[in-house]
């Protein structure tokens, strides 16, 4: 017999999210309605006076070629970061979820990073990069190998993405290996006596079963890449050489905070926030139809 939760009261439902809705206006529809009022505005670096001045601040953007550049940037490190982390946290979750001897242990150790804060992350890379000091640059130069963050676009480029994809194939690992605990193990045993070695099973049964979770995490990963990343980003980097891993969300930091056009800083994250959103759209618009729920 189905049970109904049955709420006393019609305020009680309300009251219930309340809470919730409560947060939702004022750190998120609040911030973003501030942000696009402010992208119309021209600002003196203290904020004390403002002037409407229309479009203005979004022609003088798209006017600039650095900014192109800087969507570019974008760009390529979040198809990176997004294809290793969920890439490596598969094939991590696939080896943890067998019957290995101390599997607990190695669970536990994979999931700790994500507990560390970007911020934090992009320090410990640092530390093991850096030029002059760093282990691992002290190895490759031993190696005969040439590594600068500081000053070679290339380096500094491969230390964000591998700091950004540590961050997050905890993440991606502890969704990756819930859900290949999810899959009956009797579909995979049924495939194993028909015949079917490892690699056919799983790209042909484990793989197409997981199609969910890995639909989700791209999606997650997707934002991380683009907002959640600047902590790391300004820890190792600062956007530098010469802007070489200068992203979006830091470009709005750098000239907002740094170069005070608060306008013009207002009108990249309204940008930014219509690109999120419109990724976002895409991928459950075309991207969902392949999911095998």
């Known amino acids: 017999m189905e049970k109904r939760a049955i709420f006393q009261g019609r305020l009680l439902p309300f009251a219930l999210v309340a809470p919730q809705l409560a ?8 911030p973003a309605s501030q942000a696009v009022w402010q992208s119309f505005l021209q600002e003196d670096a203290f904020g004390l006076s403002s002037e409407f001045v229309g479009f203005a601040n979004y022609r003088d953007l798209f006017a600039k070629a650095d900014y192109y550049r800087t969507i570019g940037t974008t760009a390529f490190f979040s198809a990176l970061v997004t294809a290793l982390s969920l890439s490596i946290a598969l094939f991590l979750a696939v080896q943890a979820d067998r019957q290995l001897k101390g599997g607990t242990a190695y669970r536990t150790l994979l ?3 994500y507990a560390v804060a970007p911020a934090v992350a992009g320090v410990l890379w640092f530390f093991m990069f850096q030029p002059s000091l760093g282990l691992v640059s002290q190895g490759l130069r031993g190696l005969g190998f040439t590594w600068n963050p500081l000053l070679d676009s290339t380096d500094a480029m491969a ?3 591998m700091a950004a994809t540590w961050k ?3 993440y991606n690992f502890l969704f990756f290996l819930a859900g290949l605990q999810a899959i009956p193990k009797s579909v995979i045993e049924a495939a194993a006596i028909d015949g079917a070695r490892p690699v056919r099973r799983f790209w042909t049964i484990v793989f197409p079963l997981l199609s969910p ?6 999606v997650v990963n997707v ?3 683009f907002f959640d990343t600047f902590g790391i980003i300004d820890a190792t980097t600062a956007g530098g050489p010469a802007k070489a891993t200068e992203t979006l969300v830091y470009k709005v930091y750098s000239d ?7 306008g013009g800083s207002a009108a990249q994250s309204v940008i930014l926030m219509v690109i999120v959103i419109a990724l976002t759209a895409v991928q459950f618009r075309f991207i969902e139809r392949k999911v095998q729920y």
């Open 159 to 161: 230390l964000v993405v």
């Open 23 to 30: 947060v939702t206006l004022v750190f998120f529809y609040w």
């Open 213 to 218: 979770t890995t639909f989700y995490l791209f």
């Open 256 to 262: 907002g905070r740094v170069g005070g056009d608060l």
């Open 111 to 113: 999931i700790w990073p």
């Open 168 to 170: 997050q194939v905890s």
């Open 223 to 225: 934002v991380y890449v």
